[in-house]
């Protein structure tokens, strides 16, 4: 994988990591609707990062099979 892609995978596991952290100091202080978007933020940044790495991974595989 190169550099680049892997620093975007990382980039968007950290969001989602953050996402989630501010999601329970939120909840933490009883606003349960911030809580709320931001847990949905963290999934789709999660779900952004799955995506991204199982293409590298494609991407890698197929020029592996050469």
Excluded at 14 to 34: I, M, P, S, W, Y
Aim: glycine residues 6%; hydrophobic residues 40%.
């Amino acid at each position: 994988m190169p550099q680049s892609s892997h620093n975007r995978v990382a980039e968007l596991h950290n969001l989602a990591a953050h996402a989630h952290t501010a999601a329970a100091v939120a909840h933490g202080k009883g606003d349960h609707l911030t809580a709320h978007e931001l847990s949905q933020q963290a999934h789709e940044h999660s779900v952004n990062a799955l995506k991204l790495a199982e293409e590298l991974a494609r991407k890698a595989g197929k020029s592996g099979e050469s």
